[in-house]
């Protein structure tokens, strides 16, 4: 099973491929049963929303592993925002789209480190103010 997924590594749109844990992390026993979408042209891999109804969607587009920990530095200084709770979460999503220039903004959606940079500044940005 394919589908078409934005790929970070390759910069474009590729036909990724529908795998488990069990590929992409042998050594992880629990992870093994988790459905994964991997890119076959870069090796790179998403996650799924697994504990929804709709299991096998993307988390987001497939990042390469410097865009993966540019995230989770960003979810470092962005999740502390709203849980000190000054302000709620989609508050803080919608700033942070509202400041980006955008509809709506998911950290599993940036595409580039450049991204990742310009979110992490409007992020420091708004943690400075609450
Ligand atoms: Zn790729």
Redesign the pocket.
Known sequence: MTREIY????S?K?PARLTDGAEIYPHRRDLSALPFWK?D????HVGCHHKTSHPTTPLGC?PTPEIKSARQHIHRILDPIWKKGRMTRRAVYAEVAERLGRKDYHTANIRSVDEARQVYRIVKEIGAQV
């Open positions: 790929c970070c590594g390759c474009d590729v890119c042209t870069c090796g790179n497939i």
